[in-house]
């Protein structure tokens, strides 16, 4: 049993860290304001720049939040199978994957840095994007694919995904399907 676990939005709190960082710099952000999975389509041009040159610092994915239960999320999910992150890293980041390897060093011990998540098999993928989510689906048509209820999450109706309110329905479907 493998189980393919997205990391930013996912179990990484991304977006909290961009809000902090907007804060900090004047624009009043919380996550619950960011409605579109490419966060970009919700800022403005100032915060966009804000946001990219927060991304591009070293240093930036060290310090990034986990969510609050994501570590033994992980830790859950590794007594039922195989886990192995799979992640897009910012491509204007020339620090972001080694950080993110150091960060999830000890949780997961096998990543996949990758914009094709739909290239990489396995039986169950954890994501936060539809699009991915889909696109992984599509490839994967004996996997399934769940989907974390984040503010920017759309719902669809494609046999192979479901939509997952929190990290315990995750890990009671796993159950179900068999993983022991
Ligand atoms: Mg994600």
């Known amino acids: 049993m493998r189980i393919l676990v997205d990391i930013d939005g996912v179990v990484a709190d991304l977006v909290g860290a961009l809000c902090s960082v907007l804060r900090v710099h004047g624009f009043d952000r919380y996550p619950k304001d960011i409605t579109t999975y490419r966060f970009q389509d919700t800022l403005s041009p100032d915060e966009q720049g804000v946001v990219d040159a927060a991304m591009r610092s070293p240093g930036f994915v060290a310090s990034m939040p986990w969510y ?6 992980l830790g ?3 007594k039922c199978g195989e886990v192995v992150g799979v992640t897009r890293p910012y491509e204007h980041s020339r620090t972001w994957v080694h950080e993110r390897e150091q960060w999830l060093q000890g949780y997961i011990d096998k990543t996949v840095h990758t914009a094709h998540k739909e290239l990489v098999a396995g039986d169950f993928l954890i994501e936060d994007s539809t699009d991915n989510a889909v696109k992984w689906a599509a490839a994967h048509p004996r ?3 769940y989907l974390l209820a984040r503010p920017w999450v759309r719902a669809v109706s494609t046999p192979n995904i479901e939509w997952v309110p929190d990290y315990a329905a995750i890990l009671r479907r796993i159950h179900m399907r068999g993983a022991v």
């Open 76 to 78: 859950s999910l590794q």
């Open 68 to 73: 609050p239960g994501a570590p033994a999320f």
């Open 143 to 145: 996997g399934t694919a």
